[in-house]
């Protein structure tokens, strides 16, 4: 059973950097997706980025430039690095495992618990 964790958030002021950690367990595919997604208060959740089994990246405009998707295949560990942050990266972000038809949609999949992240101006 697939299992994911997600570590990293935190309160920052707006230009500073988190690194949001996913530690992954109990997946034996070796095709998937895996995602960050975010969701702020109010507000429908979101796709982040995404990197997929062959390490193909996609990211939201609002994050092109400023955000970085990685994972470590030896740790199982997904990571988002997130540089530049303004107060509207305010939002619980969550990681998720999908087959890889399931990339580009929030539908479905394994999700984490979720690590907030507020960016204070």
């Known amino acids: 059973q697939v299992q994911l964790v997600e570590s990293g958030g935190g309160s920052v002021q707006a230009g500073g950097s988190l690194r949001l950690s996913c530690a992954a367990s109990g997946y034996t595919s070796s095709k998937y997706c895996l995602n960050w997604f975010r969701q702020a208060p109010g507000k429908e959740r979101e796709g982040v980025a995404s990197?997929?089994?062959?390490?193909?990246?996609r990211y939201a405009d609002s994050v092109k430039g400023r955000f970085t998707i990685s994972q470590d295949k030896l740790m199982n560990t997904l990571y988002l690095e997130m540089n530049n942050l303004k107060p509207e990266d305010t939002a619980m972000y969550y990681c998720?495992?999908?087959?890889?038809?399931?990339?580009?949609?929030?539908?479905?999949?394994?999700w984490g618990q979720g690590t907030q992240v507020t960016v204070s101006a």
């Open positions: 998720r495992y999908a087959v890889p038809m399931f990339c580009f949609t929030s539908r479905f999949g394994i």
């Open positions: 990197i997929d089994s062959d390490g193909r990246t």
